[in-house]
């Protein structure tokens, strides 16, 4: 709809485009939450300051679907572990030492939330999500018709001494009441899986059921290209200008408003950009990771993501090459990257398997936004007619991206939604 606007004598015009629902952040989350809006018959914008998806979180990561990970990535309670940490010579957790105001309030609420019955209610709560996380891809999977995009491969967690490996199995026990299947595996299974690996390893364990995209900013491309191609709109704009308006909600597009009736929040590590300015005091903390391809050396293949446990780093094979990750970072968000982890890790890597130069000028970072309890919120603002809230996926953006899409879509359309919704509710923080 256009409007001509009178005002220095020339003429001119504003474009509203209007829609049912505004979905703000096009990482997978936000792609996955449009796209399941719009197959129940919503007409839907999705906003990103990006003119792509996902360029930012969604782009770096181990590219796995964690069906099997039942239990959240909480808080050590191990004492020598937390020294390590608290030294801050770790290859899997560094922190900044000036940003540690600015992040020590979330993180004693999160070692609170660590207990061992905090451990279990987050892990009971996220169950039916995780449970779901490789079917609702396989489907968005197949609709956007890039089956070469998923790998059924599993992936491998090295254990280095007897103690990690004992710790390693007792996890996989308390996974197994959950119907987690995993195979152990010896020296000599460990190298029939990746003969290319070096190393003495005291035995490993092999998650055959999760599944691996390598490539995960283009699955994220390929779900906003599937959601284009059935009506969908894309628009580059600036989320945070999102104000309640007559007419629902409002969003500063390039050429004029974006109205929608309702609008989710699916902004990830921003999220808290547009909740706090509207009253919501939700503890969003930030753990920023980094990542780094390398090309491998001769004839060598990986053929697994391999989680070097002990070390804190893992490798994953994907499309542009061996993707080493790194652990958690605690720093300001947006302070600038450094990449300590990686520097500490490659040599490392380089040991366990034949890499060759790097693909990457530089190591690429990005934010995982995580609450306390590491549960996303997922549900309605409720002091705010029309608004809705999508973000915190922790570790998880990735593989919950589509069932967390979907219980949001059921939610907000009527329907019964497929999962307990109560304990994503932004109520739970107060």
């Known amino acids: 709809m256009t409007f001509g606007e009178a005002g220095d004598g020339s003429e001119s015009s504003v474009t509203l485009v209007k829609a049912d629902v505004l979905v703000l952040g096009a990482g997978i989350v936000g792609v996955s939450a449009a796209l399941h809006l719009q197959k129940r018959g919503r007409d839907v914008v999705l906003i990103d300051r990006h003119d792509k998806a996902g360029e930012e979180t969604s782009y770096g990561n181990a590219g796995l679907i964690e069906c099997a990970s039942v239990f959240p990535y909480m808080f050590p309670h191990d004492p020598g572990q937390i020294l390590r940490y608290a030294l801050n010579r770790s290859a899997d957790v560094h922190y900044h030492l ?35 996380s490789l079917a609702e891809h396989e489907a968005l999977i197949a609709e956007a018709g890039v089956s070469q995009l998923l790998r059924r491969t599993g992936w491998i967690k090295l254990f280095r001494s007897d103690a990690t490996l004992g710790k390693g199995l007792a996890d996989l026990e308390r996974a197994r009441q959950f119907d987690v299947a995993a195979d152990v595996l010896d020296a000599k299974a460990i190298a029939e899986h990746e003969p290319n690996l070096s190393g003495t390893f005291a035995g490993a364990i092999y998650w055959p059921s999760p599944g691996f995209i390598p490539d995960p900013g283009a699955l994220a491309k390929a779900y906003a290209a599937l959601f284009l191609r059935r009506g969908g709109r894309f628009i580059a704009a600036d989320a ?6 007559d007419a629902g909600w409002r969003v500063d597009g390039p050429n004029g408003g974006l109205i929608g009736r309702e609008a989710v929040i699916a902004l990830g590590p921003w999220s808290d950009d547009l909740f706090r300015p509207l009253g919501y005091d939700m503890p969003l903390g930030i753990k920023r990771g980094y990542h780094l391809h390398l090309a491998p050396r001769g004839n060598a293949v ?20 061996i993707r080493l990750t790194t652990g958690a970072e605690f ?92 304990p994503f509710a932004a109520e739970r923080f107060g």
């Open 98 to 132: 000036l940003g540690l105001p600015s992040f020590l309030p979330w993180l004693i609420r999160y070692v609170r939330a660590s207990s061992p019955e905090g451990a279990l209610r987050s892990a009971k709560a996220a169950l039916p999500l995780i449970q779901r």
């Open 240 to 245: 945070r200008t999102l104000a309640q308006s």
């Open 302 to 321: 990986l053929h697994h993501p391999i989680l070097d446990s002990d070390r804190g780093y893992l490798l994953a094979p994907m499309n542009r090459g």
């Open 331 to 422: 720093a300001r968000r947006d302070a600038p990257p450094t990449p300590v982890q990686v520097e500490r890790t490659l040599p490392l890597a380089r040991e366990l398997f034949p890499l060759g130069e790097a693909i990457d000028e530089k190591p690429w970072m990005g934010r995982r936004p995580c609450m306390p309890d590491m549960l996303p919120v997922i549900g309605k603002a409720v002091r705010h007619a029309g608004l809705w809230f999508d973000f915190g996926h922790q570790h998880h953006g990735l593989t919950l991206g589509p069932a967390s899409g979907r219980l949001l879509a059921e939610m907000m359309t009527g329907e019964a939604p497929f999962a307990d919704p109560s």
